[in-house]
């Protein structure tokens, strides 16, 4: 892969990074004290809380991603790291899941009370989303495996 493409990925990880670190310090807070004006605080104070905690996760994934981007600069493409950082990538989506799952009851209570079920749809949307991340990286990651243990197997027979 040419430098420039890995180059243009970087970028737009790095983007991608900087605009939900700008959601999170600028449209949240804005968002919260919005509800908090119609909705109880214990409605919307996990469903912040949760949000806030999913960029855990978000930013680890995104530097495995810069990682692993590095590693295919270099020509490494084809390694354990690659795979660990896969790996990685994949706990991180999970986790993202999981964050959602356990804030649903919120807003299902949000949803009854606005009565808008639209809105456990767009909690859903970032469950199945994150959940799809994580099978497209174990497939990835399954494939970068086999890969190695064959391009080891061609190196010991030559």
């Known amino acids: 892969m040419a430098r420039g493409s890995t180059l243009f990925l970087k970028a737009t990880v790095v983007l991608i990074g900087l605009l939900i670190l700008a959601v999170c310090i600028l449209g949240l807070p804005l ?3 919005e ?7 214990y409605v919307i104070y996990p469903i912040v ?19 692993l981007l590095g590693f295919i600069d270099r020509n490494n493409a ?14 991180s989506a999970v986790a993202i ?26 909690n859903l949307v970032f469950v199945f989303a994150s959940m799809v991340i994580a099978v497209f990286a174990a497939v ?19």
């Open 31 to 33: 968002v919260g004290k």
């Open 35 to 41: 509800l908090l004006e119609d909705y109880p605080g």
């Open 49 to 67: 809380g949760g949000l806030y905690l999913t960029t855990i996760p978000f930013y680890y994934a995104l530097f495995q991603a810069l990682r």
């Open 78 to 91: 084809f390694s354990e790291l690659s795979v660990a950082a896969l790996k990685r990538i994949k706990a």
């Open 97 to 122: 899941s999981l964050v959602f799952v356990a804030i649903l009851p919120f807003f299902l209570i949000l949803g009854q009370q606005d009565d808008a079920p639209g809105i456990v749809l767009v």
């Open 140 to 158: 990835l990651q399954k494939l970068l495996k086999n890969a190695i243990d064959i391009q080891s197997e061609l190196d010991l027979t030559v």
